[in-house]
Structures are given as structure tokens and as C-alpha cells.
């Protein structure tokens, strides 16, 4: 028994009476933008994005619908689809947890949601997927926006 073993539904659950089940932005911002980048360098981003995947993939959700208010709901951000087509899907993603408020440092920063966007569309779709982040705050724009490419 171990880390491995935990669910979602466990992740999920927790015990903070006084300070409840949100943490702000920032620490989360802490662990993913420098944290992550400290310990794994340039693979952080791959690795962020195969992580976001298998979580999005193990999603109890069934429709797009229920997975962007699960989206919603985590405050993970507020999705949008812009475009769907038998090829791609574009999403958008305003207030997005990782980027919404960064300065423009020229990158895509995104790679966790990313992943979690092909995870669960390739779940729900029952194809598979490939996200890549198209627009981020941290590349000079007001949102953040996937291309979901369809196989």
C-alpha cells in the first residue's frame, strides 16, 4: 500500500475544518511553475502533461459537458469549445490556474491542463488525442487555448 494506490475519490476527499478544501493560487503556482521546473528541468513539461493525461483519463465523467464543470468546478478554469470538428477540438480556457495573471515570459505553461483536456476528451470521444497549448498569459495573451487533436 502506497501513494500508488490512492484514487481520485481519495485525493479528492479532505479533513481541514478550519481551513478548508481550497488552497490559493500561489502555492499551487509554487510547486508547479518553480518546483517542478527545479527538480525536472526542461522534462517538466512533457512529464506535467502525461500526468495531466492519466488524471484526465481517470475522470468519472462521460460527456464534454460534464467534464468542463468538473474543470469549472476544481477551479481548474472556465472551458470553452471554439471549434469542433472531426480532426480537432479548440478549447479555451480563461482563468486558468497555472497562467492567468503571469507576466509574458514568451512560453507555453500549460502542459498539466493540456494534459488533462486529451486525457479526458480521449476517455469521452473513445479516440485518441494529442493537446497542444496554442495561447497562454504567459505568451502575451488574455486566455489560455488548446488545439485537441483527433487520431
Known sequence: MGVETLRL???????RP???GEVPVPVFRLLRLIGMQKILGESSGPTLYL?????????????????????EDMKIGIPR?????????VIRVDECVTCAGL????????H????????ALEK????????????????????????VLLY
Not at 52 to 71: Q, R
Not at 103 to 110: A, K, L, Y
Open 9 to 15: 475519490e481519495d485525493i479528492i476527499k479532505q479533513k
Open 103 to 110: 507576466p509574458n515570459i514568451g512560453e507555453m505553461v500549460c
Open 51 to 71: 500526468v495531466g493525461k492519466e488524471i484526465g483519463s481517470s475522470l468519472d465523467v462521460s460527456t464534454v459537458e460534464d467534464f468542463a464543470k468538473f474543470i
Open 112 to 119: 498539466f491542463e493540456g494534459g488533462i483536456l486529451a486525457g
Open 81 to 89: 469549445i471554439l471549434k469542433l470538428s472531426g480532426e480537432k477540438i
Open 124 to 147: 469521452i470521444l473513445k479516440r485518441p488525442t494529442k493537446a497542444v497549448q496554442t495561447k497562454s498569459h504567459a505568451a502575451g495573451f488574455e486566455y489560455c487555448e488548446f488545439d
Open 18 to 20: 478550519t481551513l478548508g
